[in-house]
């Protein structure tokens, strides 16, 4: 993407080369933003965030291409594994929403906060 985003062809249409930075960068940082969430749904609100940008990626790979900024050959790649992204996202989201689970378990410890000494399930 950076080979394409770099190309001097490109950088005469600002709008288009930043829209496109933007919407790569949003696959990646939704994915990032949605893992730690506490629930598998909350994930997968992101998840399909990410997705819909895999969506904006090829659209703007695509206007790239029709504006002559990039060649067919060009395209091809970047676009291909967009497709290949959004098949895993929607994957991750289906198992995602079947399982359902409220608590994904992020962040726990084998103890309590504060008490080293004592353990989950110990009341004494």
Do not use: W
């Amino acid at each position: 993407m950076n080979a394409i985003l770099e190309k001097p062809s490109l950088a005469r249409d600002e709008a288009l080369r930043d829209q496109l930075r933007r919407a790569a960068d949003s696959i990646v940082s939704n994915i990032a933003e949605g893992f730690p969430q506490p629930t598998d749904r909350l994930f997968a609100k992101h998840l399909y965030v990410s997705k819909g940008s895999t969506a904006e990626v090829r659209a703007q790979l695509e206007l790239a291409r029709r504006r002559h900024y990039i060649t067919a050959e060009e395209q091809q790649e970047p676009d291909s594994l967009a497709d290949e992204l959004a098949r895993m996202l929607t994957g991750l989201i289906k198992h995602l929403l079947r399982e359902q689970r409220r608590d994904r378990g992020l962040g726990r410890t084998s103890h309590n906060s504060g008490n080293p000494g004592r353990t989950r399930g110990n009341s004494c």
